[in-house]
């Protein structure tokens, strides 16, 4: 147990070690704390102090980063301010919680309903958490409570919602700059027409730890096995050469997707979007997941985009491994950060 958590904490965490790397070109200092290498003080000339864990820094406020981690109280907010969020999307509560609140008429069941209603597939997801966990796209009553279940042990608060259809962006905003944008692609291999899915998904796991990316792919994931199903396949299905399999309907890096940059094509009406919108939730720092039917090179359509969600800590560890430029992008991020802090 000791040896991975070694292992994970060497391929992953990078947020520590590159303020630690990159604080002394603003006279700043860095201490991590070593046995984890999550939480740290940063020291500036001045003697003012500054405190990270994880992904979190002293840059957004506390409110506003709660209601970030919110999903559906984020919602409610980005609705009312008029950005297109996802439609539909309604909150249920675990038994329990449900008893504790008097909300008799939320619960996995009521949620069913719900769903039925909209008509499937819909989404299921945590109405907390990050990295794309417990997040599932669902087709029928089975899918549908194993879900929620797992939902539910994420989170006792779970969303039920509209599935809108297009390609997955994340925007990185910081103040008033779009820092850097990529399409993220869910998890997927592609056959060679010898290899099974199984041996296809070790072998793009090893590729993960020689990146240093610590994704750790798990094969047993339920909704892997409801995807392949749904295709007719298991992990012992053998794809043709060149055919793309995909393995998770959630997009999220940290899950095992693929970050494609297109920081250079955006359109300036999607970032000034992105940079309004992090400012209204009155957030600094911001990742914007935007869900777009077409692509992001082009104007934002009404009825032709989404606001998914927005994140006050968005993890850049897996964009940064992704290649150099985009490990420069993340670093000159938070060099911008770090002048940000000693303001």
Known sequence: MKDLKRQLKKE??????????IAPRIGA?????SEWEIAGQ???????KSYFRYNTLDLNPVGASDIAKDKDYASLFMR???YPVVPDSKTFFSKEWAQAIGASRRTIDDAYAYSKRLGFPVVVKPNSGSQGSGVAIVNNRREFYRAMRVAFKIDRVALAQRQV??????LVVLDDEVISAYERIPLN???DGKTSIQRLLQIKQRQFIAAKRGTRIKVDDPRIAEKLKRRGLTLRSVPSFGEQVFLLDNANLSSGGDAVDVSAS???AFRELAVRLTSDMNLRL???????DGHISGPPVPGKYWVLEINAAPGLDHYAKTGKAQEKIVEELYLKVLRSLNH
């Open 12 to 21: 992953s965490l990078m947020l520590g070690k590159l303020l630690k790397k």
């Open 286 to 292: 911001c990742g914007v997941d935007f869900m777009v």
């Open 42 to 48: 940063i020291t500036f000339r001045s003697g003012k």
């Open 189 to 191: 291999i592609v056959g």
């Open 80 to 82: 009312r301010l008029g």
């Open 266 to 268: 955006v359109n300036p």
């Open 29 to 33: 200092t860095v201490f991590l704390e």
């Open 165 to 170: 259809r297009g390609r997955d962006y994340r």
